[in-house]
């Protein structure tokens, strides 16, 4: 295991970047990793099949990374796109290939069947990851892909049903082939198993996985907050396969429930690596296990079949896009992204193997050709790209500044007093706030106020992505932690340039560190409210409010000056203390100069000054 481990971590390391910098992206290379190190290349490692199982499970994660991104609200809006789009698509493409392999190829109807259903699905695995890096996934068309691979997830539950239907062998025992504890019992009784499992997994991640969430954020131990979101996930897609139910289903659910939830960003930051990580396994899996000794002697049959396929799914979803009003610019993007066989054809295909529905030779052949048009979809992608390009002078579409909407978006990092207060003003100007806190006592106080607040420590890099530190315009630092503010603000100058950073200072020396750091803004949290008290107390001593106010203006102005000069000398203790002190005997003398500029005014309207201005030309007064 561990030279097998070693040998795919060394591939992807090799193959990715070098694949990434020509401009092929990740999904590419990590398909060429596993064609080198595969039985027919270099024959590092033989049959992967059980590592693609296991790899599998990275599509499970991917979908409930997708379903956090996806509240109820935003999923119903999709509804008309995922059934009506999602379901004529696999309809039609499974009639057309059925058609094709029942009246073209002659085979038995069982089998035909079987193949369209199994070559109507499309690569969840890959359309998802490839357009997400190309930053096509929220355009319209990234939108209706994902709302035909969602129906395509779903569709996976009634196929597998289906196909015990199929078999050529009736004997077959259908729980020995879908692994399902119920699936021979009555078909009454499996449906209300399955709809009491989606339920009872809705209605505990609404009531029941919060509170626990919170229970074990509260002991800051970050490992096992780390451990319990995979448990969660792995504890679903258990169950749901346990009753014959697609995982990544049962996992979309669960991420669409936990969507509203404050832990939501650190979910998705603790996940994110493992599902990179696996997604990466999988698709060097479906590398190695293309045969290029089939390959190269069917070499013109299997073309033939990987055109036929590709051509086949363009067309009906061009067809689909247009029915739909999909705009023109978006149609192409939508129809090549799909065009393509998808992973749970693998998983299919065992099971009509099992069921003797196909011949090993039809197994064998279907899988290659699955897997070449796998090996095909980021170049689909790739062409596009370059297509838009010359097309027109002016940047593709997915470039265009005014395709892209701007993000009137502010991240909140500590959401206390001090961030309350910036929070609500921001708000109350229309802006989008996303708000980080790592105190699970405060967030849940704040949401019953109805306040949106997510759980999370800004100084993690993975987090301040999943709130969106890459499209925010603006990050504010409101926590009572210097060294932490410190640790925030270097993270999001290196990772995020374009951000605007104003952060909450705690003292002075805390102030002459963000000034070094160039933050936009800063503000010492008791400054402006100790000079306000100071007026009030001012004009308790029998000063009037004018000139109380005036004093507090010249005070706040030489304050913020001081800090300005001694950030520089901050370190240097002999030239700094000399500083101090001359800042504040400079300060006694602007605000005595000042009173006496008011006297002397006061004296020249009583007209006790007029022999003293025509004697001499007024002096210049001190600032």
Same mark, same amino acid.
Request: glycine share 6%; hydrophobic share 50%.
């Given at each position: %295991?561990?030279?097998i481990?070693?040998?795919?971590?060394?591939?992807?390391?090799?193959?990715?970047?070098?694949?990434?910098?020509?401009? =092929?992206?990740? #999904?590419?290379?990590?398909?060429?990793?596993?064609?080198?190190?595969?039985?027919?290349?270099?024959?590092m490692?033989?049959?992967?099949?059980?590592?693609m199982?296991?790899?599998?499970?990275?599509?499970?994660?991917?979908?409930? =990374?997708?379903?956090?991104?996806?509240?109820?609200a935003?999923?119903?809006?999709?509804?008309?796109?995922?059934?009506?789009?999602g379901?004529?698509?696999?309809?039609?493409?499974?009639?057309?290939?059925?058609?094709a392999?029942?009246?073209?190829?002659?085979?038995?109807?069982?089998?035909?069947?079987?193949?369209?259903?199994?070559?109507?699905?499309?690569s969840?695995?890959?359309? /998802?990851?490839?357009?997400?890096?190309?930053?096509?996934?929220?355009?319209?068309?990234?939108q209706?892909?994902?709302?035909?691979?969602?129906?395509?997830?779903?569709?996976?539950?009634?196929?597998?049903?289906?196909?015990?239907?199929?078999?050529?062998? *009736?004997?077959?025992?259908?729980?020995?082939?879908?692994?399902s504890?119920?699936?021979?019992? *009555?078909?009454?009784?499996?449906?209300?198993?399955?709809?009491?499992?989606?339920?009872?997994?809705?209605?505990?991640?609404?009531?029941?996985?919060?509170? &626990?969430?919170?229970?074990?954020?509260?002991?800051?131990?970050?490992?096992?907050?780390?451990?319990?979101?995979?448990?969660l996930? #792995?504890?679903?897609?258990? #169950?749901?396969?346990?009753?014959?139910?697609?995982?990544?289903?049962?996992?979309?659910?669960?991420?669409?429930?936990?969507?509203?939830?404050?832990?939501?960003?650190?979910?998705?930051?603790?996940?994110? *690596?493992?599902?990179?990580?696996? =997604?990466?396994?999988?698709?060097i899996?479906v590398?190695?296990s &293309?045969?290029?000794?089939?390959?190269?002697?069917?070499?013109?049959?299997?073309?033939?079949?990987?055109?036929? =396929?590709?051509?086949?799914?363009?067309?009906?979803?061009?067809?689909?896009?247009?029915?739909f009003?999909?705009?023109? $610019?978006?149609?192409?993007?939508?129809?090549?992204?799909?065009?393509q066989?998808?992973?749970?054809?693998?998983?299919?295909?065992?099971?009509?193997?099992?069921?003797?529905?196909?011949?090993?030779?039809?197994?064998?052949?279907t899988?290659?050709?699955?897997?070449?048009?796998?090996?095909?979809a980021?170049?689909?992608?790739?062409?596009?790209?370059?297509?838009?390009?010359?097309?027109?002078?002016t940047?593709?579409?997915?470039?265009?500044?005014?395709?892209?909407?701007?993000?009137?978006?502010?991240?909140i990092?500590?959401?206390g007093?001090?961030?309350?207060?910036?929070?609500?003003?921001?708000?109350?100007?229309?802006?989008?706030i996303?708000?980080?806190?790592?105190?699970?006592?405060?967030?849940?106080?704040?949401?019953?106020?109805?306040?949106?607040?997510?759980?999370?420590?800004?100084?993690?890099?993975?987090?301040?992505e999943?709130?969106?530190?890459?499209?925010?315009? %603006?990050?504010?630092v409101?926590?009572? +932690?210097?060294?932490?503010?410190?640790?925030?603000?270097?993270?999001?100058?290196?990772?995020?340039?374009?951000?605007?950073?104003?952060?909450?200072?705690? +003292?002075?020396?805390?102030?002459?560190?963000?000034?070094?750091?160039?933050?936009?803004?800063?503000?010492?949290?008791?400054?402006d409210?100790?000079?306000?008290?100071?007026?009030?107390?001012?004009?308790?001593?029998?000063?009037? $409010?004018?000139?109380?106010?005036?004093?507090?203006?010249?005070?706040?102005?030489? +304050?913020?000056?001081?800090?300005?000069?001694?950030?520089?000398?901050?370190?240097?203790?002999?030239?700094y203390?000399?500083?101090?002190?001359?800042?504040?005997?400079?300060?006694?003398?602007?605000?005595?100069?000042? $009173?006496?500029?008011?006297?002397? /005014?006061?004296?020249?309207?009583s007209?006790?000054?007029?022999?003293?201005?025509?004697?001499? *030309?007024?002096?210049?007064?001190?600032n």
């Amino acid at each position: %295991m561990l030279q097998i481990a070693l040998i795919y971590l060394a591939a992807a390391i090799v193959a990715v970047p070098i694949a990434k910098r020509a401009g =092929l992206g990740s #999904v590419l290379g990590y398909l060429i990793a596993g064609i080198l190190i595969g039985p027919y290349a270099l024959a590092m490692v033989g049959d992967q099949t059980d590592v693609m199982h296991f790899a599998e499970f990275g599509v499970v994660m991917m979908l409930f =990374l997708v379903g956090l991104e996806l509240q109820p609200a935003r999923l119903w809006k999709l509804r008309h796109s995922i059934l009506g789009l999602g379901g004529l698509q696999v309809v039609l493409t499974a009639a057309v290939i059925f058609a094709a392999c029942y009246w073209l190829f002659t085979m038995q109807w069982q089998t035909a069947l079987a193949i369209g259903l199994m070559l109507a699905l499309s690569s969840t695995a890959i359309v /998802l990851q490839s357009l997400e890096e190309k930053g096509w996934l929220k355009q319209e068309a990234g939108q209706n892909a994902f709302s035909v691979l969602l129906f395509q997830d779903i569709a996976i539950i009634p196929i597998l049903a289906l196909l015990p239907l199929l078999a050529f062998a *009736p004997q077959t025992n259908s729980a020995d082939i879908n692994h399902s504890f119920i699936a021979n019992w *009555p078909i009454w009784q499996q449906v209300g198993v399955s709809v009491a499992v989606i339920a009872a997994i809705i209605v505990s991640g609404k009531y029941i996985s919060a509170p &626990i969430f919170r229970y074990i954020a509260q002991t800051r131990i970050r490992e096992i907050f780390t451990i319990f979101a995979l448990f969660l996930v #792995v504890a679903i897609a258990l #169950v749901m396969q346990s009753i014959g139910l697609s995982p990544a289903l049962g996992t979309f659910l669960a991420g669409v429930v936990l969507a509203e939830s404050e832990f939501r960003h650190e979910l998705e930051a603790d996940i994110e *690596p493992f599902k990179g990580l696996l =997604l990466g396994l999988f698709f060097i899996t479906v590398g190695a296990s &293309i045969n290029f000794a089939l390959f190269f002697s069917q070499f013109t049959t299997v073309i033939a079949l990987v055109a036929m =396929l590709i051509i086949v799914k363009a067309a009906i979803l061009f067809a689909l896009a247009y029915t739909f009003k999909i705009s023109n $610019k978006q149609q192409l993007l939508f129809t090549l992204a799909l065009a393509q066989g998808g992973e749970f054809a693998f998983v299919l295909l065992s099971v009509t193997s099992t069921l003797s529905i196909l011949t090993p030779e039809q197994t064998a052949l279907t899988t290659l050709v699955v897997a070449i048009s796998m090996l095909i979809a980021p170049l689909l992608l790739m062409a596009y790209e370059q297509m838009q390009k010359r097309s027109s002078n002016t940047a593709p579409e997915f470039d265009k500044p005014e395709q892209i909407s701007t993000a009137k978006h502010v991240i909140i990092a500590g959401y206390g007093r001090f961030g309350q207060i910036m929070g609500r003003l921001l708000h109350a100007q229309g802006y989008e706030i996303t708000v980080l806190d790592h105190s699970p006592s405060q967030i849940e106080l704040l949401r019953r106020f109805g306040n949106t607040v997510f759980y999370g420590d800004a100084a993690r890099q993975e987090l301040l992505e999943a709130a969106g530190a890459h499209t925010a315009q %603006m990050l504010v630092v409101a926590i009572d +932690d210097p060294d932490k503010t410190i640790e925030i603000i270097k993270l999001a100058h290196k990772n995020y340039p374009q951000l605007k950073i104003v952060a909450r200072a705690i +003292d002075r020396r805390h102030a002459y560190q963000l000034l070094n750091l160039k933050v936009d803004a800063f503000n010492r949290e008791t400054v402006d409210s100790a000079i306000n008290l100071a007026v009030d107390a001012l004009e308790i001593l029998g000063n009037s $409010k004018e000139d109380a106010q005036r004093a507090g203006k010249l005070f706040r102005d030489h +304050d913020r000056a001081s800090v300005v000069q001694l950030a520089e000398l901050w370190g240097d203790d002999a030239s700094y203390g000399v500083a101090v002190r001359q800042r504040m005997d400079d300060l006694k003398q602007v605000l005595q100069q000042d $009173k006496q500029a008011k006297s002397d /005014l006061n004296t020249c309207d009583s007209g006790n000054c007029e022999d003293e201005l025509t004697a001499a *030309p007024a002096k210049p007064k001190a600032n």
